[in-house]
Nanobody, 125 residues
Framework: QVQLVESGGGLVQAGGSLRLSCAAS????????MGWFRQAPGKEREFVAA????????DYADSVKGRFTISRDNAKNTVYLIMNRLKAQDTAIYYC??????????????????WGQGTQVTVSS
């Protein structure tokens, strides 16, 4: 059974940092792209960052470029999202997802095969 389990969310002041983790299990993800999305109340789920498990190619939403970093640890089968210089507008539930449909669709949540349960990030201003 495939599982993606996020952790690391919490409450932080504006300008602070958090590291989110996504532990993957249940299958081999070497051919998958792993993505982070977020969803604020009343808004649609939006793309944040993605990483190819095999090539380490990365992509970021313009709103987080230069502040967030996505990485992965093969040995731990875990993907990370390091978030620096957090802003109030980063407040949302953050979801980890896995897609086998290729790099061109990494921004499209409907193309993801698996999702975690989400972790809340709240940035106070």
């Amino acid at each position: 059974q495939v599982q993606l389990v996020e952790s690391g969310g919490g409450l932080v002041q504006a300008g602070g940092s958090l590291r989110l983790s996504c532990a993957a299990s249940g299958r081999t993800f070497s051919s998958y792209v792993m993505g982070w999305f977020r969803q604020a109340p009343g808004k649609e789920r939006e793309f944040v960052a993605a990483i190819s498990w095999s090539t380490l190619r990365t992509d970021y939403a313009d709103s987080v470029k230069g502040r967030f970093t996505i990485s992965r640890d093969n040995a731990k089968n875990t993907v990370y999202l390091i978030m620096n210089r957090l802003k109030a507008q980063d407040t949302a539930i953050y979801y980890c997802g896995a897609t086998s449909t290729g790099w061109d669709t990494t921004h499209v949540p409907e193309r993801y095969n698996y999702w975690g349960q989400g972790t809340q990030v709240t940035v106070s201003s």
